[in-house]
């Protein structure tokens, strides 16, 4: 079965920007699915933020494999709600990846607990990434290092939690270097960062990326059942307890009571 995808876009930039209306003129989360797609491994679909809650419903998340997130001009626009929604599915598997600008959204500084900051210019400079984890699935079929001949750059520090994975990073030709693409677990879902992507170049358009990116939808699936039990945090009554143990003091709660949260 294939590996149930959506992507998700702003989708501001293209209406409101001439320039990235002519790079991408159904959408930037159209043209990263529709390459998705050419992978028969991965079934994608879009949704944006105009849509009725976020095109991100319960029954919706509930049958996602794996979320592609990109935004920029609109982070606080995100409702809380979906936020929510999303960050439970990840927890109980989803597996979440998040593109460029994405790092200031609401959901993956939700689930980084930092404040997800790094500099930035925008000079259209060269950006050289290299592998520097060449044996992870996401870099599979990627060079030794690639080139985006034009891209916005993100400089060091990135004021994100120390990845579980480094797979790739980041020259520019102004001299700055970044950790451009980062793996991290929550919960039982699989995160992975990768910073290429900004609206006025066409950066999707680009073969390598969108192979990392396959690759990164590959990586994060997880086939396991969702861990929904993650959310209980149940109250296990005494005479359930795995070894007879003999109630000792006094407690807030009744037996099964459920607790504070």
């Given amino acids: 079965m294939a590996i149930r995808t ?8 293209e209406h409101e920007n001439p320039v990235v209306g002519e790079i991408y003129p159904d959408g930037m989360h159209t043209v990263i699915a529709e390459a ?5 491994d991965i079934l994608a679909e879009t949704a944006t933020l105009q849509e009725a809650g976020h095109g991100l419903s319960v029954q919706r998340l509930a049958s996602t494999d794996v979320l592609v997130w990109w935004g920029h001009k609109a982070h606080g626009a995100v409702s809380d709600e979906v936020v929510e929604r999303v960050c439970a599915r990840v927890h109980e598997g989803m597996g979440l990846i998040v593109l460029h600008s ?6 993956f500084k939700r689930l980084m607990g930092t404040p997800c900051s790094p500099k930035w210019r925008e000079a259209g400079e060269r950006e050289r990434l290299w592998t520097v984890n060449p044996g992870h699935p ?7 290092n690639f080139v985006l001949e034009n ?7 990135f004021a994100v939690p ?10 520019f030709a102004g001299g700055e270097v970044f950790r451009s693409g980062l793996t991290w677990r929550r919960g039982a879902g699989h995160i992975f960062y990768f910073r290429p992507g900004h609206e006025t170049y066409p950066t999707y358009h680009d073969a390598t990326v969108m192979r990392v990116i396959a ?6 699936f997880n086939p396991a059942p969702a861990f929904s039990a993650l959310h209980d945090a149940p109250n296990v009554p005494v005479e359930q ?10 407690k807030l709660h009744k037996a099964g009571e459920e607790g504070y949260k």
Avoid: C, Q
Wanted: aromatic share 12%; glycine share 8%; proline share 8%.
């Fill in 6 to 13: 959506i992507v998700w876009g702003e989708n501001i930039h």
């Fill in 36 to 40: 998705l797609n050419r992978d028969p």
């Fill in 102 to 107: 994405g790092h200031f959204a609401k959901v």
């Fill in 138 to 144: 996401i870099a599979r079929g990627i060079p030794e």
């Fill in 151 to 157: 891209e916005e750059m993100y400089g060091e520090f």
């Fill in 162 to 171: 120390e990845p579980l994975e480094t797979v790739f990073i980041s020259w």
């Fill in 215 to 220: 690759n990164a939808v590959k990586w994060a």
């Fill in 241 to 250: 307890a795995l070894e007879p143990i003999t109630e000792r003091g006094p």
